[in-house]
């Protein structure tokens, strides 16, 4: 559907496959002996557009959840510090997760989810990408 849960569902699976399929590079990457970095960087919680929208759509009771979460936010400027870090930082290795260890605060260094690095998720995703493109893409 359309709904906003159904758009929200969608929104987190994108987010999930994004990190998927960084990892399944890095993986790829590492096996080629290759000096290419591949970092995956996540804002925390962030005051952008995406929150005014969502509300919007949701009704009240979204707009005062959103709201009342936005007040706990950093700006998006500061959400863009974790992209920051793993561009230009100069402790960033390949393979690595950065972003505020809680919802807000200062790039950091984070183990990944389990979820993230599950091997059988990590090779589904690169060959469904694939079929999407309709290429193989060999690193």
Not at 1 to 16: E, F, H, M, V
Not at 26 to 38: G, P, T
Not at 42 to 52: D, K, R
Not at 65 to 91: N, P
């Given at each position: 559907?359309?709904?906003?849960?159904?758009?929200?569902?969608?929104?987190?699976?994108?987010?999930?496959s994004?990190?998927?399929?960084?990892?399944?590079?890095?993986?790829?990457?590492?096996?080629?002996?290759?000096?290419?970095?591949?970092?995956?960087?996540?804002?925390?919680?962030?005051?952008?557009?995406?929150?005014?929208?969502?509300?919007?759509?949701?009704?009240?009771?979204?707009?005062?959840?959103?709201?009342?979460?936005?007040?706990?936010?950093?700006?998006?400027?500061?959400?863009?510090?974790?992209?920051?870090?793993?561009?230009?930082?100069?402790?960033v290795n390949?393979?690595?997760?950065?972003?505020?260890?809680?919802?807000?605060?200062?790039?950091?260094?984070?183990?990944?989810?389990?979820?993230?690095?599950?091997?059988?998720?990590?090779?589904?995703?690169?060959?469904?990408?694939?079929?999407?493109?309709?290429?193989?893409?060999d690193?």
């Open positions: 559907g359309n709904d906003l849960t159904s758009r929200i569902t969608r929104y987190q699976q994108t987010k999930l994004n990190c998927v399929f960084t990892f399944a590079l890095h993986d790829k990457l590492q096996a080629k002996n290759s000096k290419v970095k591949v970092l995956v960087a996540h804002p925390g919680l962030s005051a952008t557009n995406l929150q005014v929208t969502t509300a919007k759509e949701g009704g009240w009771l979204m707009d005062l959840l959103l709201g009342t979460m936005m007040l706990f936010s950093h700006s998006a400027e500061d959400g863009t510090m974790g992209i920051v870090k793993c561009m230009v930082g100069d402790d390949s393979g690595e997760l950065w972003g505020p260890g809680e919802w807000t605060g200062p790039a950091k260094k984070l183990p990944p989810e389990e979820l993230l690095t599950y091997e059988d998720s990590k090779t589904l995703l690169w060959e469904k990408s694939c079929e999407a493109i309709g290429e193989s893409f690193v």
